[in-house]
């Protein structure tokens, strides 16, 4: 069956990054890179990576907050919900070309991720890979805005590849990406948030990370999530992928933080801490997080 070769694919693809991933973990630990490092080669004491981190972005000249939001307003879409479908890749490929489009184009539009989930010839919503993926996809043949092909994978069936509008009276025009890139590095992640600072300050980026269960319980355990590994954040229940939106060099005195807006609705998280927006969470910065910094995608659009 078509469906099952697909899933074994994606598992395959999956199980692949997820030993990247733990490589990447486990050379931190043992020593090679991931963590800021002391002239001696050890790890700088939690306390002193957090200004190393913030030394790092003064040293490139970069401001300790940055909000997508304020510099680019009304170019971010809204928090979208992917329901019931690991059409995540799907989501933050279609948000970040949406909010480019609005900054390099200057169309303010909001892209279907259904278009992604239904054209893709794998991925569905089976689970969520690197970005590259749906970037490639997006720079083979555009998309069309969600007003003309609404998201209707919540429940996890996906109707075929759209060529035309399904809303009645709006116009077929679809968006394409010109192009798109890796940012930082998957061996040292930790000395390229320069880089991703760098990125999102020309729009937000579309990362994937390694989620724990810990996780599910956000904002509980603290308004900086910092389950950043198997060890302290509990079962790896998959990957998923979402759009960074900011940063803060010190998030109410938690320390370095990415802001990421993710796709499971408005009402995600349950409680909404002062400085934490709806459907948003802040992740630890300047450790590789769950892979956070390992797996950063960012494009350009082709209507630029
Ligand atoms: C930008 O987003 C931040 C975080 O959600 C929020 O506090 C701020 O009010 C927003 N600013 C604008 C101009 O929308
Ligand atoms: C990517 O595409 C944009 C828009 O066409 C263009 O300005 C930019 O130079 C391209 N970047 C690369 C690395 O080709």
Sequence with gaps: MAGARARLVVVVVSVAMVVLAAVVRHAAATGGMGVARTPTGAPLPQAQYEVAVAASGR???????????ETFPDCLPPVLNQGGCGSCWAF??????????CIYAGEKVVLSPQALVSCDDVLKCEMGVLGGRAWHDLTKHGI????????????????????????????WKTYAAANYTHVGSFIDPASHIAAIKRAIMGGPVDVTFNVFAKFQEYPAGGVV???CHLSDGGRFTGMHSVMIVGWDDDMMGHGPAWLVQNSWGEAWPATTPMGVPAGHFW??????????ESMVYAGFPATA
Excluded: H, W
């Design 144 to 171: 069309p805005t969600l007003e003309c092909v609404p998201y209707v994978s919540g429940d996890g069936k996906v109707p075929a590849c759209p060529t035309q509008c399904s809303a009645p009276g709006v116009a």
């Design 283 to 292: 992740i630890k910065a300047g450790v590789d997080c769950a892979g956070i």
């Design 92 to 101: 933050a490929a279609s948000e970040v070309l949406s909010a480019r489009t």
């Design 59 to 69: 040293a490139a000249g970069l401001p300790k907050r940055f909000m997508v939001n």
């Design 225 to 227: 999530f910092d389950g």
